[in-house]
């Protein structure tokens, strides 16, 4: 019951920064997570893959009466996404606003607005400032056309400087507010999902199978206790992709070995799964919804205008499983009650940060701790079934931490008796 060695295999999003920055904020959160619950945890340095394409490092985690062992594998793409970033600004505009056009006019976008308008909102933004900018620019294109004409420039020669200065003034003001705006990533990331949805990304597909092939190869040689697949962001439906490819190479994967875990956090599925040429990416939806030997939970946050909140994946991709069904359990998160009080109100404008608080350390302690969940003695099923017995365990007194395991132990030997602190059916949602 309680986990002693754990191997957590974590799989980017969209992330340009890739490695290096991620283990830099995942050392500095580490540290964060020690001094918040009086415990020692320290972490190796990452050693690459021969492939580059994966790094791995190890934390040991003690407190007063558990310690655990940690192998965790970070999955990269930033290879992939920083070509993307490197295109050239006009391909990347005509491009973006091409398929914007086209989830507009199918219908897709409506689909999104419907399932969640944040979301909706959110990836609209882009369009709208670009769209913006370029209204402003077209303006003073027109000024500087207007002198031309003045000073006697015939037609053809002050129109095409006029739209020579646009293009220029229009590229130069997108790559030089970049860092604040975030436009040019945004709309790469609109193409990206785009081509990945509609199988126009083989280098994507081909990474996704090798990494299919290493979960695989871990859930048949591993001595850990659990092994969970952890997808954020895009990597939500990454992770659906390579669990599913894996039980295709392993129908057993779940059955022997290490319990396998599949946790999705701030997910973004209906951007693959809305569109109508994704219909293996629901197939493999339908094929875990069903799957008896693995746990997929779904942690959603309502501040998190990056992720859909009240969503279900399978009812809103029109999957039907009836009593079959078994997975998602969805847990929303409440960052409300992770976040102390005085930082709450400047971190909830703060869209980015929000979107990475949930691989990043609490600054109060709950049930919802992406740290305890990688480092901690509680497996990650029974954590999200019982959550205050999960937190009584790492803030409890001795007394309190044995009711706590009883009330875990129940929750794992018979769902249905858990106390006072109930339970989750496969697919329903627990309050925050």
């Given at each position: ?13 969209y992330d340009p920064r890739g490695l290096a920055q991620y283990y830099r904020m995942f050392r500095t959160e580490l540290r964060k997570f020690a001094r918040l619950y009086g415990l020692s945890a320290t972490t190796s340095r990452p050693q690459a893959a021969e492939s580059?394409?994966?790094a791995s490092w190890t934390i040991e985690t003690k407190a007063a009466d558990w310690q655990t062992r940690t192998d965790y594998d970070f999955l990269r793409f930033e290879d992939f996404i920083q070509r993307d970033l490197a295109q050239p600004i006009w391909r990347t ?340």
């Amino acid at each position: 019951m309680r986990v002693q060695r754990r191997h957590i295999i974590y799989i980017q999003g969209y992330d340009p920064r890739g490695l290096a920055q991620y283990y830099r904020m995942f050392r500095t959160e580490l540290r964060k997570f020690a001094r918040l619950y009086g415990l020692s945890a320290t972490t190796s340095r990452p050693q690459a893959a021969e492939s580059g394409e994966m790094a791995s490092w190890t934390i040991e985690t003690k407190a007063a009466d558990w310690q655990t062992r940690t192998d965790y594998d970070f999955l990269r793409f930033e290879d992939f996404i920083q070509r993307d970033l490197a295109q050239p600004i006009w391909r990347t505009v005509f491009q973006a606003v091409w398929i914007y056009w086209r989830l507009i006019f199918r219908g897709t976008a409506f689909r999104f607005f419907a399932a969640n308008w944040r979301f909706a909102t959110f990836i609209t933004y882009p369009h709208l400032l670009l769209l913006a900018e370029a209204i402003c620019i077209a303006a003073i294109a027109f000024a500087v056309e207007t002198g031309l004409d003045a000073l006697g420039v015939p037609d053809p020669f002050s129109i095409a400087a006029a739209a020579a200065f646009f293009v220029a003034l229009l590229g130069t003001v997108l790559k030089y507010t970049e860092k604040r705006t975030y436009l040019l990533y945004l709309l790469s990331d609109t193409i990206w999902t785009w081509e990945f949805s509609h199988r126009q990304r083989p280098e994507w597909d081909e990474r996704i199978d090798r990494f299919a092939q290493h979960l695989v190869k871990v859930a048949g040689a591993s001595t850990a206790d659990e092994i969970v697949l952890v997808g954020h962001s895009s990597g939500s439906f990454l992770g659906v992709e390579i669990l599913a490819r894996a039980l295709r190479l392993d129908p057993a994967l779940g059955r022997h070995g290490p319990r396998v875990v599949l946790l999705t956090i701030g997910g973004n599925f209906p951007i693959v799964g809305f569109h109508a040429a994704s219909r293996d990416f629901r197939d493999h939806l339908r094929q875990l919804a069903v799957e008896p030997s693995i746990d997929w939970i779904d942690c959603q946050a309502r501040k998190d205008v990056m992720n859909f909140f009240q969503f279900d994946p399978l009812a809103a991709h029109g999957i039907d499983v009836g009593a079959e069904r078994r997975n998602p359990t969805i847990v929303p998160v409440r960052f409300r009650e992770i976040i102390l009080p005085e930082h709450y109100k400047s971190f909830r404008w703060q869209f980015f940060r929000v979107h990475f608080q949930f691989v990043m350390a609490n600054e109060v302690p709950h049930a919802y701790d992406f740290f305890m969940i990688v480092c901690g003695p509680v497996p990650l099923a029974e954590r999200m079934a019982v959550p205050q017995a999960a937190l009584t365990v790492a803030t409890g007194d001795a007394t309190a931490r044995e009711w706590a395991w009883k009330q875990l132990e129940n929750a794992r030997s018979d769902p249905k008796d858990v106390g006072e602190l109930g339970t989750m059916e496969p697919g329903a949602r627990r309050r925050g």
